[in-house]
T-cell receptor
Framework: GAVVSQHPSWVICKSGTSVKIECRSL??????MFWYRQFPKQSLMLMAT?????????EQGVEKDKFLINHASLTLSTLTVTSAHPEDSSFYIC??????????????FGNGTRLTVT | DAKTTQPNSMESNEEEPVHLPCNHS???????IHWYRQLPSQGPEYVIH???SNVNNRMASLAIAEDRKSSTLILHRATLRDAAVYYC?????????????FGTGTRLKVLA
C-alpha cells in the first residue's frame, strides 16, 4: 500500500532554534499534504494544507510565519518550526491522499515527529 | 466544517464484535465518511470509508444509516491489537480542498 515517510521520528531542540520536519510520499505522487499537530491525550488538529507548487493554506489561528511549509515536489513537503518555544512541543503528523486512486482516496499518514523544545 | 461526535471510550471483550458509533448530522451530500485508528505514538491508520452503501474490507465493516446522519464501524472479532483510538471523519468536499477534520475519537479498550 501507499507509504508516507516522516523524518525525524523525534527531535529535541533548544528554545529559539528552528526544526525542519520532512514528509515524503514513497510510492505515489502527493499534490496535497496535510500537517497536523497533536498534544497528549488530544485529537489531531489540522494546521495547514500543503499544495505542490503553491502556497500552503493555514487553518485559523496557526501562524504561517512560525510554521513554514514548503511543498517543492510531488513527493516532498517540509514543515519548519521557526524560533521554537517549549509550547511548540508536540507530536506533528503529516498525511497525504493518493489522488491517483481518485479524489476520495484515503489518507496515508506518516508515523509522526515528537518535538521537544527545552 | 462538518462535525462528528463519538463516545469518548468503549470497552470490548476479546473475540467479541465491537460496534463503534458516530453521529454526523450536518453531513452534506458529497461528504464521504472515513474511519481511521491510532495506536499510541503512531500516525493514524486507515480503516475504511464509504458514501452511502455499507462497506466491508479485511479490517472492518462500515454501516451507514439511510439518512447518512450516523454510521457504525464494526470490528467483527476484537483482538488486543485493535485497542486504539478510532476516529470518524468527514472529508470536507465543500471547501474544495478536501480537508480531513478529526473529532475527539473513541478510545477502544479490549479486555483479554
Amino acid at each position: 500500500g501507499a507509504v508516507v515517510s516522516q523524518h525525524p521520528s523525534w527531535v529535541i531542540c533548544k528554545s529559539g532554534t528552528s526544526v525542519k520536519i520532512e514528509c515524503r510520499s514513497l510510492d505515489f505522487q502527493a499534490t496535497t499534504m496535510f500537517w497536523y499537530r497533536q498534544f497528549p491525550k488530544q485529537s489531531l488538529m489540522l494546521m495547514a494544507t500543503s499544495n505542490e507548487g503553491s502556497k500552503a493554506t493555514y487553518e485559523q489561528g496557526v501562524e504561517k510565519d512560525k510554521f513554514l511549509i514548503n511543498h517543492a515536489s510531488l513527493t516532498l513537503s517540509t514543515l519548519t518550526v521557526t524560533s521554537a518555544h517549549p509550547e511548540d512541543s508536540s507530536f506533528y503528523i503529516c498525511s497525504a491522499p493518493d489522488r491517483g486512486r481518485g479524489d476520495n482516496s484515503p489518507l496515508h499518514f506518516g508515523n509522526g515527529t515528537r518535538l521537544t523544545v527545552t | 466544517d462538518a462535525k462528528t461526535t463519538q463516545p469518548n471510550s468503549m470497552e470490548s471483550n476479546e473475540e467479541e464484535p465491537v460496534h463503534l458509533p458516530c453521529n454526523h448530522s450536518t453531513i452534506s451530500g458529497t461528504d464521504y465518511i472515513h474511519w481511521y485508528r491510532q495506536l499510541p505514538s503512531q500516525g493514524p491508520e486507515y480503516v475504511i470509508h464509504g458514501l452511502t452503501s455499507n462497506v466491508n474490507n479485511r479490517m472492518a465493516s462500515l454501516a451507514i444509516a439511510e439518512d447518512r446522519k450516523s454510521s457504525t464501524l464494526i470490528l467483527h472479532r476484537a483482538t488486543l491489537r485493535d485497542a486504539a483510538v478510532y476516529y470518524c471523519i468527514l472529508r470536507d468536499a465543500a471547501s474544495g480542498t478536501y480537508k480531513y477534520i478529526f473529532g475527539t475519537g473513541t478510545r477502544l479498550k479490549v479486555l483479554a
